[in-house]
């Protein structure tokens, strides 16, 4: 295997746990670089950062909350909103550790080329946000955050090993036998959200047609693979909000056919150049 | 007439029934997840950390963070109690799905890590959302935090496992606590089975006591006799019809009273005494 065929994928782990290491040292030796869990955060000790959604349910739920997470959540939104909101899902989120071994495992099995029997919409995602939203008005507590597999994961990392993993479990193996990312990529609301975040982000994957010899590689890879459906036919930018920037199409594909650009800035730019 | 048709799936019927769809999956949706969400909140025994909101105000507002509980554990001054640097164990932690408390929200656990209240409250200044709310914990005159504002809980003594109340002596609650002679109270009584040794009993002062918990941890029986609980689950209210007549300033408030706010009759008020005799509730 060549390097540039993993390298996003090892930039990506990289980020990942590097994220995780850093929050989990910030608990235990008290390191001041990033403290707190993935949905408040502390940078440096200065800079707050806040996950938008579990703002938006506890507003939901009806509380006033301090300036802090206020600031922290535009950070975050504008941070998401240049470089594609779902490079959050794809970067860092660690629930894409377990969905991602899933989908891997699923390939190496070949699950997926057994039809299955089971179709849910992609859409899933945003009738939770709704359901979520609903909820936490009605319960007046954010509906999300208490069985959000993602904060449970974080914190389990954090803050020591505990109970709830059992729902980490329920994802892999749902992920893995039930439906081809099940979760990150039909029901989680987090994921919806990031997406409506990201729409007019400027950071995305283009595809060159011509130079594509249609093997759909990248397909067969593509956590949300209807956003690839210009592969072989169209040279545009992927510019579905679902696309989770994490890459691993640019890494599989052995054409040059796929690549990150800056909106159409440097795309255009490029063109001036060949000629 | 009496010829059946075949009723057609007009666009109008696909829209009624497309949206019957998505309602019934929303309303399934709201009512799973409302479920869980009011089963989540049912912890009235849990004990925040100091400055909490009210419980139902603070399930809101935290965001689950755990800042507050960094900060707990990696407070540079902490110390054991033998001197030792750093407790690796912070009073703080951050609920679980096993802990029977909303999961995510900090609490703590006095018989295993009690509050040590700090002088500089750490945790209090950390919470980005304000759930720990850092006016409650400064005083209004100093500007300055103040540990007695501290409001976690309130510490209860089951008199009949307190030695203290058999006529042993231990005062190890009286002397772990922060607020020695203030929150616990010995009070001395005559031991009238020997005839000539006294009880020392411990009485908590409620209005001083912060819930730290370290009475609930020095206590010596082997399930704590002297323990934590919060506010309103531990203590009763008198309700506004009681008034101390000994009492200037709370007879103030007889004299402050608008008459048209004083109910004496009700539905009840209608009805005879002599309608219940006749009633046969009685069971004559």
Request: proline content about 4%.
């Amino acid at each position: 295997m060549k390097f540039s065929n993993i390298k996003y994928l090892i930039l990506r782990r990289f980020t990942q746990f590097g994220l995780l290491f850093l929050y989990f040292a910030g608990n235990f030796w008290g390191w001041k670089i990033l403290q707190g869990d993935i949905s408040t955060s502390m940078l440096f000790n200065k800079v707050p950062l806040s996950d938008p959604f579990a703002l938006l349910e506890i507003f939901a739920s009806g509380a006033v909350v301090g300036a802090n997470v206020l600031i922290g959540a535009l950070i975050i939104s504008l941070f998401y909103g240049i470089i594609g909101g779902r490079a959050f899902c794809s970067w860092v989120c660690p629930v894409n550790l377990v969905t991602d071994a899933a989908a891997w495992l699923r390939r190496k099995l070949l699950i997926d080329k057994i039809e299955r029997k089971l179709w849910i919409s992609r859409n899933i995602r945003y009738y939770m946000i709704i359901i979520v939203l609903i909820t936490s008005a009605i319960s007046g507590l954010a509906a999300f955050e208490i069985l959000s597999p993602i904060t449970i994961l974080n914190r389990n990392i954090i803050f020591g090993v505990g109970s709830g993993l059992g729902l980490i479990a329920a994802i892999f193996i749902f992920d893995l036998f039930v439906v081809k990312n099940g979760w990150c990529g039909h029901i989680c609301p987090l994921g919806g959200v990031y997406s409506i975040i990201g729409k007019y982000s400027i950071f995305r994957v283009k595809h060159t047609s011509e130079n594509c010899t249609l093997c759909m590689k990248c397909k067969d890879v593509c956590p949300e693979s209807q956003v690839l459906h210009m592969i072989g036919k169209k040279s545009i930018n992927v510019n579905d909000i679902e696309c989770t920037n994490c890459g691993r199409c640019i890494d599989v594909c052995d054409d040059n056919a796929l690549e990150f650009s800056i909106g159409k800035y440097i795309t255009e730019n490029k063109k001036k150049e060949s000629k | 007439m009496g010829e059946k048709e075949k009723k057609k799936i007009t666009p109008r019927r696909r829209f009624f029934t497309d949206m019957a769809h998505h309602i019934g999956l929303g309303t399934m949706g709201v009512m799973l997840l409302g479920g869980y969400a009011t089963k989540a909140k049912s912890s009235p025994l849990t004990l925040r950390p100091p400055a909490a909101l009210a419980e139902n105000d603070f399930l809101k507002t935290c965001i689950k963070c755990g800042l507050c509980a960094e900060a707990c554990v990696n407070r540079p001054q902490n110390l054991t109690r033998d001197g030792k640097k750093k407790d690796k164990f912070g009073t703080l932690k951050m609920a679980k799905a096993s802990d029977n408390v909303t999961i995510g929200t900090p609490f703590f656990t006095p018989r295993d890590t009690p509050c040590y209240m700090c002088e500089d409250i750490p945790c209090v200044p950390a919470c980005p959302t304000g759930a720990l709310d850092i006016t409650k914990v400064t005083n209004s005159k100093t500007k300055k935090l103040d540990i007695r504002q501290m409001d976690m809980g309130v510490a209860v003594v089951d008199v009949h496992s307190c030695i203290a109340f058999w006529g042993l002596q231990c005062d190890a609650c009286y002397r772990a606590c922060p607020l020695l002679d203030e929150a616990i109270k010995l009070q001395y009584n005559r031991n009238s089975r020997t005839g000539k040794h006294a009880f020392l009993e411990p009485v908590v002062n409620p209005d001083v006591c912060t819930g730290c918990g370290l009475c609930e941890k020095a206590c010596v029986t082997e399930k704590p006799a002297i323990f934590v609980l919060p506010k309103d689950v531990a203590q009763g209210k008198v309700g506004d019809h009681y008034v101390k007549g000994w009492d200037k300033k709370d007879q103030q408030r007889v004299k402050d009273r608008n008459e048209k706010d004083i109910i004496t009759h009700d539905d009840r008020s209608k009805k005879k005494p002599l309608d219940y005799l006749n009633s046969n509730q009685l069971g004559l």
